[in-house]
């Protein structure tokens, strides 16, 4: 397994690995007080990048905005080339890699069997291998609590998008149902932008979606409800439903949040 392009200079926040602090949640997911979408501002970064050095950055204030300790983008090809950016140690990276934990790591092995969202909690830690993978990267400022998104692409490429910070779990679960939503979404476009940067790849052509579609997604990326959105195009939910089906199949994606992070991905509709 070879391994490339892990950061070597990657920030990490100074908090104890052990600790239980209040993660504090942040209300709308992404969002300002006053309700603003703040998905735009990190998608126009991410639109703007133009290395995959530049991804680094993105990922450093999305940990700051997010107000956890960590967090990390880790790409896995089909010859096990790994490419990654986040905030984790540096010395936890070598190590990750050094020890090939790739093969035990209980977060890879439990996502790579999923398509949805998954909360560490609910992954199998039962092993000794497991337990002592777990003891050592707390031991290396690696949070209790983790909330991944498995991502997949072309040509066997499997990505995972984690949040990871120290907290007890009643905040933790306070804090992904607030910012479920937001996290696939930027996921999904962090990993688009990741596949756009990687060298002598092809972008893929956009199928084109129709006017109502567009203003479907359009108006569903900057946060309306179905209900909003049906209300203001003056159509019933039912045939609302039959647009965004119509455009998720089109984006070959998995649902409708994955949906709009490849529509706005890939240009077809602007925010």
Partial sequence: MRSTHWPS???????????????????????SAEGIPVTGGFLEQLELAERREDLQSVAEALRDRFKVDHLVYHWVS??????????????????????????IDPVIQGCFQRFHPVDWKRLDWSSKAARAFQWDAIAHGVGNQGYSIPIRGPNGQFALFTVNHSCDDEAWAEFTALNRRDMILIAHYF????????????PEPAQPLSPREIEAMTLLAVGYSRAQVAETLSISEHTLRVYIESARFKLGAMNTTHAVARALSRGLIVV
């Avoid at 990993?191 to 092809?202: T, V």
């Fill in 78 to 103: 089909a010859n096990g080339e790994q490419y990654g950016c986040g905030t984790y140690d540096p010395v936890w990276v070598e190590r990750y890699l050094e020890k090939g934990y790739l093969r």
């Fill in 191 to 202: 990993n688009q932008k990741a596949l756009e940067l990687e060298p002598g790849r092809r």
């Fill in 9 to 31: 200079n990657s920030t990490r926040r100074n908090s104890s690995p052990r600790s239980k602090s209040r993660l504090v949640p942040r209300g709308r997911a992404l969002g």
